[in-house]
């Protein structure tokens, strides 16, 4: 593994520990068992190791985007899809999801790419939507309003996942519950 993996690897792991404000790169350079210049040969600052955190789970995230979209594109997509293909995205991307909301009241960047996964997510629901309502498969509602209302839903249930994994896993029942309450 390269130097700056190691130091990215470290940093996810130290500020999912203990915050972004409490890690410092002295404890991540020894925690990483390097000195602390060799994190600033590869990073600027701090808040340079997050940006570069953000911007690969920015990028799984638009895989994730593009898989749904070429799903719809061919009419083969349902509202479980979507809901059950982010849970799996959350599952996978964990640490960095953890990250971004931690610090999505503390920087501009996480505060951008929360509104990213958002606008997102809410416009793959809309086409998701319409389409199951031209096909007759979702009955007609609004739109718009419900896809808010699915996104909270997923949000929500994220949350739980990350910070309350003891608690009753209930994804299946929302998806459910979700498809029980728009399909035809």
Request: hydrophobic share 40%; with cysteine.
């Given at each position: 593994m390269k130097t700056k993996d190691i130091i990215l690897a470290t940093a996810k792991e130290m500020i999912s520990e203990v915050g972004f404000h409490k890690a410092t790169t002295a404890n991540l350079a020894k925690m990483a068992n390097i000195s602390e210049g060799t994190i600033?040969?590869?990073?600027?600052?701090?808040?340079?190791?997050?940006?570069?955190?953000?911007?690969?789970?920015?990028?799984?995230?638009?895989?994730y985007i593009e898989a749904i979209r070429q799903k719809l594109d061919r009419e083969a997509?349902?509202?479980?899809?979507?809901?059950?293909?982010?849970f799996a995205f959350v599952?996978?991307?964990?640490?960095?999801?953890k990250i971004m909301l931690s610090t999505y009241g503390l920087l501009d960047s996480?505060?951008?790419?929360?509104?990213?996964?958002?606008?997102?997510?809410?416009?793959?629901?809309?086409?998701?939507?319409?389409q199951g309502i031209k096909k007759?498969?979702?009955?007609?509602?609004?739109?718009?309003?419900?896809a808010t209302v699915v996104m909270t839903i997923i949000f929500g249930l994220t949350r739980m996942q990350l910070y309350w994994p003891d608690r009753r896993d209930v994804r299946a029942e929302a998806v459910e519950f979700c498809r029980r309450s728009i399909l035809v």
């Open positions: 600033y040969r590869h990073f600027e600052s701090k808040e340079d190791i997050l940006l570069h955190i953000l911007d690969a789970l920015e990028e799984q995230f638009s895989y997509c349902a509202l479980e899809e979507v809901m059950n293909e982010y599952e996978a991307n964990e640490i960095d999801m996480s505060k951008r790419l929360m509104a990213v996964f958002m606008k997102n997510l809410d416009l793959v629901l809309e086409d998701c939507i319409r007759g498969t979702i009955r007609e509602i609004a739109v718009e309003e419900n």
